[in-house]
């Protein structure tokens, strides 16, 4: 199937722990997003990636790093978690040549801090 | 500056049409997205118009852009108790660029 995909769905950790969330597409796309859904349903971009090269870091903390080992990837791996990292993160990708199709989105990260 | 605004909560009958608003801050935007999220799922694109456009339709669905007032709207028709979702506006300047969403819009669908 021709999809992002994000593993693992659900992640519960202890406060203090470091967790890592990873990221993969195979529809071709050039550009590979971070997004955090907090409570209110409210999306906020993180990161953004075009061809393995950082392109947006928004004023997030430099506990969050991402990865793109390569276009088909971006991972995100989070240091020192804190009770506010609870939140559903979502991997996303879009290629900037086609207009057509906007971003695919994964399903989802539930990432519970306890 | 970046700001995308819904109003939060859409409650109408089967069978009628479901009109769910949008306003936005950035007069340069370009992609206009609809996107549909089921509960704990992704987001799904519904549709998407160019800011070149005043209207897109899409089966049930109908797009109206007014780029003057910086408003959009998405119709839905003859909506079903499946439509029960939030949907969530969203623009970008660029294909490729972060996406800003609004707070999204749950619409709930009554039999």
């Known amino acids: 199937d021709t999809a992002v995909s994000q593993t693992p769905k659900y992640l519960v950790t202890q406060m203090g722990n470091d967790k890592s969330i990873k990221c993969e597409q195979n529809l071709g796309h050039d550009t590979m997003y971070w997004y955090k859904q907090d409570s209110k349903k409210f999306l906020k971009i993180m990161f953004s990636?075009?061809?393995?090269?950082?392109?947006i870091n928004e004023t997030v903390p430099n506990r969050f790093s991402p990865k793109s080992p390569d276009k088909a990837h971006l991972n995100l791996h989070i240091n020192s978690l804190e009770l506010g990292d609870s939140a559903v993160y979502f991997c996303?990708?879009?290629?900037?040549?086609?207009?057509?199709?906007?971003?695919?989105f994964g399903s989802g990260t539930r990432l519970t801090v306890v | 500056g970046e700001d995308v605004e819904q109003s939060l909560f859409l409650s109408v009958r089967e069978g009628d049409s479901s009109v769910i608003n949008c306003t936005y801050t950035?007069?340069?935007?370009?992609?206009l997205y609809w996107y549909k999220q089921e509960p704990g799922a992704g987001l799904q694109l519904l549709t998407y118009?160019?800011?070149?456009?005043d209207m897109k339709q899409d089966q049930r669905l109908t797009v109206l852009l007014n780029k003057k007032d910086k408003h959009l709207s998405l119709r839905i028709a003859d909506t079903q108790t499946g439509d029960s979702a939030i949907y969530f506006c969203a623009e970008t300047v660029y294909q490729g660029g972060k996406l800003i969403f609004g707070q999204g819009t749950e619409l709930s669908v009554k039999p």
């Open positions: 996303a990708s879009s290629a900037t040549l086609d207009r057509n199709y906007g971003y695919t």
């Open positions: 950035d007069s340069s935007s370009t992609y």
């Open positions: 118009i160019f800011s070149n456009m």
């Open positions: 990636y075009n061809n393995k090269e950082l392109i």
